[in-house]
């Protein structure tokens, strides 16, 4: 058991092992609206030791799956493990089988040479979650996603793209387009000759190329960008020798270098024909997540959640997360102008000076398009972890935060109200961990004002995750 008084919010990044299978209702404080219908879906990294050993990161903990179903005013949960390859490996053998983010298994010389020549990608998607070509799917970081059953979270293996294109490391945020029906994300494939792959995938699975890049030295880019035509590779300075990759015997972030001289690049390509329009300079920054995206007159706005240098990287390693020491886990949200113009610059500013991660928007009606509202967590107690939920309204930079001492909410995922008719009215949908209960929470607020609306405890304390989304055609069996 972590010490609580020096680690306040322990519970967030200890281990679950108990797992649900069955839903179970919850108890429900407050009031649903009654048109909430469908489940919040999730993914996360729930175990972090396998053995006597511990995961290095936040980002390698083994994945588990979260469901809260709604219909009727009332809610249930269940939860189970992403059983991937890396999971059943660590499970029959005891032993960290798969390297991770930033862990490696323990080899021998024998395994080490072994890795070099037939390198083992992992499939543990604790990410994020996404309805990808009619499918449930779990992603992490390689080009591995993973399908489950949106009703059971039954694991049902990895996602068997048609006409799958070579590379090793993607993206857990893939863009969905509703006008062109397809998703876009891109791949890296680490050789001799490096090259990013933008990419389109239909509803049937396929994967088609949009673009080619080359690329000497590929950077570390956990999303990019997308506007209504299109598609933004952002380069932060933190880059890698594919060579390293393979020989250094090192975990995979950490042969990666930040360089700053080489300042921020932006990659922009039309989707439809592939032309790659500009390649665009800006001052060295860091960032996990773009906000959006959108053509402003004879420029594109790009928004980003920054960080001035990657150091955030290492902020996220559990022996750090899980002492005393203070953590900066937030960004600021700043907005990029870029001109189609090839030898105009590019411009910044800050939307808000407000910490901001997990950034959130409306984006059944925005993706892509001019937009207002972000929501997202912030920080309220400076060094603290995330504790509060953020509301900017990019137009005025005003703020609006949900506050209460001892809860720590996760990313808010924003629910359309079926009658809306403003960019905010709907709900958002937020797991909280209070460390007074040692339990977590379902949090519904109401958007447009951070109104509480409702709470629906959980049956034990939920680990600390990234990302998930809401499936409104989602079976909910036993509520209705």
Not at 93 to 100: L, M, N, R
């Amino acid at each position: 058991m972590l010490d609580k008084p020096s680690f306040p919010y322990g519970a967030g990044f200890r281990s679950l092992t108990v797992e649900i299978a069955e839903p179970v209702a919850l108890p429900v404080t407050g009031a649903l609206p009654s048109w909430l219908k469908g489940a919040l879906l999730r993914t996360g990294p729930s175990k972090f030791e396998v053995g006597a050993r511990t995961y290095n990161h936040w980002f390698d903990g083994l994945a588990m799956l979260h469901r809260f179903a709604f219909a009727g005013g009332r809610v249930s949960y269940a939860n189970r493990f992403l059983e991937s390859k890396a999971f059943r490996a660590a499970a029959e053998t005891g032993k960290i089988s798969y390297a991770e983010f930033a862990t490696d298994p323990c080899r021998t010389l024998f395994g080490r040479v072994a890795a070099i020549f037939d390198p083992k990608l992992t499939d543990n998607c604790c990410v994020n979650v996404s309805d990808y070509a009619r499918d449930a799917v779990a992603f992490t970081e390689t080009s591995m996603p993973m399908r489950f059953s949106s009703d059971t979270l039954k694991t049902l293996g990895v996602f068997a793209y048609r006409r799958a294109l070579k590379g090793q490391v993607s993206t857990a945020h893939p863009h969905y387009d509703a006008k062109r029906a397809c998703h876009y994300n891109y791949i890296v494939h680490f050789g001799m000759k490096s090259l990013y792959r933008l990419c389109r995938i239909g509803d049937d699975g396929k994967q088609r190329v949009v673009a080619k890049l080359p690329v000497e030295r590929p950077a570390y880019m956990h999303s990019f960008g997308m506007s209504q035509d299109h598609l933004v590779l952002t380069e932060f300075p933190l880059v890698v020798n594919p060579i390293d990759l393979r020989l250094s015997g090192k975990p995979f972030i950490q042969n990666y270098r930040w360089e700053p001289e080489r300042g921020l690049v932006f990659h922009i390509v039309e989707k439809d024909t592939g032309k790659l329009v500009r390649t665009a300079m800006a001052d060295a920054s860091f960032a996990f997540h773009h906000v959006n995206a959108f053509a402003d007159g004879d420029r594109l706005a790009v928004d980003v959640i920054v960080y001035p240098d990657a150091t955030i990287i290492d902020q996220l390693y559990l022996a750090r997360l899980r002492s005393s020491a203070p953590i900066t886990a937030t960004g600021t949200l700043t907005r990029f102008h870029i001109p189609f113009a090839s030898d105009a610059p590019v411009t910044r500013r800050t939307l808000a000076d407000m910490p901001l991660e997990l950034p959130r928007i409306n984006y059944e009606s925005c993706a892509g398009k001019p937009y207002r509202y972000v929501w997202g967590t912030g920080v309220q107690t400076k060094g603290d972890f995330l504790d509060s939920i953020v509301k900017i309204d990019t137009e005025t930079g005003t703020v609006a935060t949900w506050h209460a001492a001892g809860l720590y909410p996760g990313e808010p995922v924003f629910v359309p109200s079926p009658s809306a008719k403003t960019e905010d009215d709907g709900v958002l949908l937020s797991i909280v961990l209070d460390i007074g209960k040692d339990r977590s929470f379902l949090l519904v607020l109401e958007a447009a004002s951070l109104k509480e609306l409702a709470r629906a405890e959980a049956p034990h304390a939920i680990p600390f995750h990234f990302h998930g989304n809401y499936f409104p055609n989602a079976p909910v069996a036993g509520l209705t």
